[in-house]
């Protein structure tokens, strides 16, 4: 409930203070006419007119007050918010070749570094379908399109390399292949907006399509890939292990095809972005998700019920009553 207009209320202050002056100024003040006793009266026990006599002020004073609350329009507010969520679909590309093994990005390595930013990323998004799909030398989709974050984010923290060095995958980096992938899982989709985010190191050697004929695919079917190259300037430290089981570091070229990247980010309306360490990887999440924002509309309806009327009416009432018992069981002798 609201007051239409409020500054009525302003009233009842004064009828406190009123009441308070009233009462202190009432406490020393003396019977004009004094009795030699009031025995007799006493001997009488009074009536219930006596024991209830002073309703009829209290009347006089509530009446007052329900009177004030209606003339500040006390309202009933009704509203109905109705909100439309235009969400995104999108598909995180994640390179998992032994070059993710880099370890110019901190706490520990490229790879790592990326499956954080990337839980982020997830965190970050409220409405929006997200599949994950990882790739080195072949592709393969870990997640399909899905608005569990939670099941999403821990089957990304599960994502590691052993697949390829153990030989269960092929060594390498399948850039066509994973957009192909990545597009194949968002082709069905019906969402208005539907982007994939490639994220790699390394340059194209690998994969049975090339990079511009996915990426063609992806244009053709109004898709935007934003592309992701990782990795330090010059050389980076990559581990390996000796012949004793220990682990040593080489430095190696960084080679990043970052003019494939530009052109794949180009064609299909997308970003080209270079990280070379784990913030400067969480800008570039921050930026895409400021540039892919989920629309998001709200309808709103207000309506106001007037509740005057039956605070008029029971200060009414009780004017009528107040009347009725002071012409009749309380009505005072001149």
């Known amino acids: 409930m609201e007051f239409r207009d409020p500054l009525w209320l302003i009233l009842l202050l004064v009828i406190i203070l009123l009441n308070l002056a009233a009462l202190l100024l009432g406490k020393g003040r003396k019977l004009p006419v004094k009795y030699s006793t009031l025995e007799i ?22 009446v007052l007050i329900i009177l004030i609350i209606a003339l500040a329009r006390p309202q009933k507010l009704f509203q109905e918010r109705q ?13 998992i070749s032994t070059s993710m093994l880099a370890e110019d990005f901190r706490p520990k390595n490229r790879l790592e570094a990326a499956k954080t930013v990337a839980s982020e990323f997830i965190s970050g998004r409220t409405s929006d379908q997200i599949g994950l799909v990882v790739f080195a030398g072949q592709s393969f989709t870990q997640c399909p399109l899905t608005l569990d974050y939670n099941l999403l984010k821990e089957l990304l923290t599960r994502i590691n390399i052993q697949l390829v060095t153990e030989g269960t995958i092929e060594d390498g980096t399948a850039i066509g292949m994973a957009i192909a992938n990545g597009v194949n899982r968002l082709r069905s989709s019906e969402a208005k907006s539907r982007i ?8 194209n ?23 992701i190259g990782v990795g330090t300037e010059g050389f980076a430290p990559y581990p390996v292990r000796d012949q004793w089981g220990r682990t040593t570091y080489q430095q190696v070229q960084v080679e990043i095809d970052e003019e494939l990247l530009r052109q794949i980010a180009d064609q299909t ?7 070379t360490d784990a913030e400067a990887l969480r800008r570039v999440y921050t930026e895409i998700d400021k540039l892919e924002k989920s629309k998001i509309r709200v309808h709103q309806y207000r309506q106001k019920a007037e509740l005057f009327m039956p605070f008029l009416s029971i200060a009414l009432i009780l004017l009528l009553v107040e009347v009725v018992l002071a012409a009749t069981r309380l009505r005072r002798m001149p």
Do not use: C
């Open 83 to 95: 909100m439309e969520t235009e969400g995104i679909d999108i598909m995180l590309t994640l390179d």
């Open 269 to 275: 309306g997308g970003k080209y972005f270079r990280a």
């Open 205 to 227: 050697n690998r994969g049975e399509v090339d990079p511009q004929t996915a990426a063609s695919a992806a244009q053709a079917l109004g898709i935007r890939i934003y592309t």
């Open 41 to 62: 009266i006493r001997a009488t026990g009074g009536g219930i007119g006596a024991r209830i006599r002073h309703i009829l002020p209290m009347l006089r004073w509530l």
């Open 196 to 203: 994939l985010i490639l994220l790699t190191d390394g340059q």
